[in-house]
Nanobody
Framework: QVLLVESGGGSVQAGGSLRLSCVAS????????MAWFRQVPGKEREGVAA????????DYADSVKGRFTISQDNAKNTVYLQMNSLKPEDTAMYYC??????????????????????WGRGTQVTVSS
C-alpha cells in the first residue's frame, strides 16, 4: 500500500521559513516523480515543486522560484520542501504527491494534479503579515 505522510506545517510570520517533509512508503520510491502541491479553499490545487526519484532534476512554479527548495533523502524515502522568505500568499494546505513516469517529472505536466496517483493528507502552512 502506497502511503505518503506530510509534516512540518505551521504558522509563521512573513519572511520566515518552514521545512515540510513527506515520508513515502509502499513502492519503488526511486522510480517516481515526487511533487509538492498547495491548495487554498475555492481554488485548484497548484503544483509548487517536483523532483525526480533519483534527485537529478527539480522544477518549480514561478511563484516560488528562488524561495523554495525541494530535495530528497533516498535512504529515508523522504522528500523535503524548504520554504524561505515566506509570504502571506503562500498560506495554503500543502500536499505531497507521487506518480511513476519512469523516473522523470515531465516538464509539461508535473504541475497538473490530475496525473498523480498518490497523495498525502496535507499539512497546513499559514503565513501572517
Amino acid at each position: 500500500q502506497v502511503l505518503l505522510v506530510e509534516s512540518g506545517g505551521g504558522s509563521v510570520q512573513a519572511g520566515g521559513s518552514l521545512r515540510l517533509s513527506c515520508v513515502a512508503s509502499g513502492y519503488a520510491y526511486s522510480s517516481y516523480c515526487m511533487a509538492w502541491f498547495r491548495q487554498v479553499p475555492g481554488k485548484e490545487r497548484e503544483g509548487v515543486a517536483a523532483i525526480t526519484g533519483g534527485g537529478s532534476h527539480t522544477d518549480y512554479a514561478d511563484s516560488v522560484k528562488g524561495r523554495f527548495t525541494i530535495s530528497q533523502d533516498n535512504a529515508k524515502n523522504t522528500v523535503y520542501l524548504q520554504m524561505n522568505s515566506l509570504k502571506p500568499e503562500d498560506t495554503a494546505m500543502y500536499y505531497c504527491a507521487a506518480h511513476n513516469w519512469g523516473g522523470i517529472c515531465p516538464v509539461e505536466i508535473w504541475s497538473k494534479q490530475i496525473y498523480y496517483n498518490y497523495w498525502g493528507r496535507g499539512t497546513q502552512v499559514t503565513v501572517s503579515s
